[in-house]
């Protein structure tokens, strides 16, 4: 199961609304209702917005993809995995640790059952595919459009009500590098890891899927840190070397100028012994 979730953008949901209508014309949800239509998707995500500057991200793209196995499981059925996404996007609410639900979001979400090789896969790079041909297997995944703003009529529902206290409404970054914090300006956070682990953990009690050691996100985590480990020691290991035979010719070096030292100064030694008077004038170093 892989749960990613990137930067959507600055200006409208139109682009991204339509790229994802491609394979399939409408058949967008979100919480409550199936089969919108694209247009009530961009209206609602880019009226969806307050108080973000012109630079700032209106809404975020995340992507869900269980695996071909986890697809077997429930055997493909779009309907599962649409109940999937709701709640995903509770873990997404959450996982602000804000103390809203999925039902103060603004999102909607698309499955799609295509994936089509392009210029970054392998296969393309080694001419093995060609680029834009359909990838094999079970590739269905869903995509899903979240405005960076609470939902906005709830919220001035909750102001005039009187539940909501807060001047202004929630912006939710799932970008931030908060973690849970509690002091500052900035409460809450967004720990991405978390988001993985619960939408995984929320797949296998909702499904009774026992998920195999190899296959779950820890695990690719470990074997992901402990790659970068081997590789950074065997770095560490080059670079000792390297300077233990730096140092080695420093030692050489050193030795032979010191044991051209010492035979000098034998030299010097045995011509005073011997009564030679040549090393006063060239070696005041060693008068007597």
């Keep these: 199961m892989v749960s990613k979730v990137s930067a959507g953008g600055v200006g409208s949901s139109s682009g991204l609304a339509g790229y994802l209508e491609l394979e399939v014309q409408g058949s967008w949800f979100n919480q409550t209702s199936e ?4 247009e009530k ?12 500057g012109s630079d700032d991200m209106k ?10 196995k986890e697809l077997t499981h429930i055997k493909n059925d779009p309907e599962k995995l649409r109940d999937y996404a709701r709640s995903a996007m509770e873990n997404y609410a959450e996982n602000f640790n804000k103390g809203i639900k999925s039902e ?3 999102w909607f979400g698309k499955v799609e059952q295509e994936r089509h090789y392009n210029f970054r896969d392998k296969a393309v790079k080694l001419d093995e595919k060609e680029k834009g041909s359909q990838k094999e297997g079970l590739q269905t995944h869903i995509h899903i459009i979240v405005s960076r703003t609470e939902n906005l009529n709830l919220y001035t529902e909750g102001k005039k009500s009187g539940e909501i206290e807060r001047k202004n409404p929630l912006k939710l970054s799932p970008m931030t590098n908060h973690r849970a914090t509690e002091k500052g300006a900035v409460k809450g956070g967004f720990e991405r890891k978390s988001f993985i682990e619960k939408n995984e953990n929320t797949f296998d009690k909702k499904f009774s899927y026992q998920r195999e ?10 074997q992901s840190k402990s790659m970068k480990t081997d590789h950074s020691q ?17 030692l050489k070096v050193a030795a032979n100028y010191a044991k051209s030292l010492e035979k000098g100064a034998s030299k010097e030694i045995d011509n005073i012994l011997s009564g030679g008077n040549a090393n006063k004038k060239t070696n005041k170093g060693f008068e007597i």
């Design 35 to 38: 089969d919108i239509e694209v």
């Design 41 to 52: 998707v961009i209206n609602e995500i880019d009226s969806n917005k307050r108080n973000l």
């Design 59 to 68: 809404y975020y793209h995340i992507i869900i993809s269980p695996s071909e």
């Design 104 to 106: 103060n979001l603004v």
């Design 213 to 222: 050691k190899q296959e779950s996100f820890n695990y690719s985590l470990n």
């Design 234 to 250: 065997k770095k560490a290991n080059q670079s000792a070397k390297s300077k233990l035979t730096d140092l080695d010719k420093q």
